[in-house]
């Protein structure tokens, strides 16, 4: 079967799930969707919210990049694609949590550290990793002399920091989370040994959210 029919298949199935079998889900949503949270997470082929979080059609308001990361708020009349995501999910659709979903090796990160040794990995894509510059210089002097999957691993970890930082620079962000209607996540995604890690701030470690299956 070609990739392109298996896509035609899985469509069908999901048509007969949603429309044939039961229709009530979409007769609930065609008018207006009202996800209680945003994700915002890796193109990763790997790492799909849906799939991962068991979501149904409605359920998550989804972003997805390169490295799952979120740009400080700039208001120059630039093409801000999450910004905009971000502020729809905010203010119109008025979501109670944002989650920012990161993972293990993550190809986006792996650009990121090579870029320190000068190897540029596009055109688009530098530019766009610069945006978890910080985290990358921060484990390059913290674990300095450490194996590159270990640089990584706290890499991709730091620039989930990084993006719930710059959600804050959004005022409309900053207001909500400073009045306890919305929360912010830090999640972490490991497809090695299949465990889901959240950030701690009381810690400040990723710590065990959904452990590894005995
Ligand atoms: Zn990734």
New binding site residues.
């Given amino acids: 079967m070609s990739d392109i029919t298996k896509f035609i298949f899985g469509f069908k199935r999901f048509q007969k799930d949603y429309f044939c079998d039961d229709s009530s889900v979409f007769e609930n949503l065609k008018e207006e969707q009202k996800p209680r949270a945003l994700l915002i997470g ?3 082929s790997r ?1 799909d919210p849906a799939t991962l979080m068991g979501c149904a059609p409605g359920d998550l308001f989804v972003v997805r990049n ?3 990361l979120v740009p400080p708020c700039e208001n120059d009349n630039g093409h801000h694609g999450v910004s905009a995501a971000v502020e729809f999910a905010v203010c119109s659709l008025e979501v109670e949590h944002i989650i920012v979903l ?2 293990c ?5 792996k650009a990121l550290m090579r870029k320190r040794g000068g190897e540029p990995s596009g055109v688009f894509i530098d530019p766009w990793m610069d945006i978890a510059s910080k985290a990358r210089d921060q484990v390059l002097t913290e674990l300095a002399g450490r194996e590159p999957q270990v640089q990584e691993r706290a890499c ?1 970890q730091a620039a989930i920091l990084i993006s719930l930082e710059n959600l804050l620079t959004f005022p409309w962000v900053r207001e909500r989370v400073e009045a306890r209607k919305l929360y912010l996540h830090g999640w972490y995604f490991d497809f090695e040994t299949g465990e889901l890690f959240s950030y701690l701030p009381e810690t400040q470690q990723f710590e065990p959210l959904v452990p590894r299956c005995r």
């Fill in positions: 890796c193109s990763d790492v390169v490295a799952n990161g993972h090796n993550c190809g986006g990160i991709e």
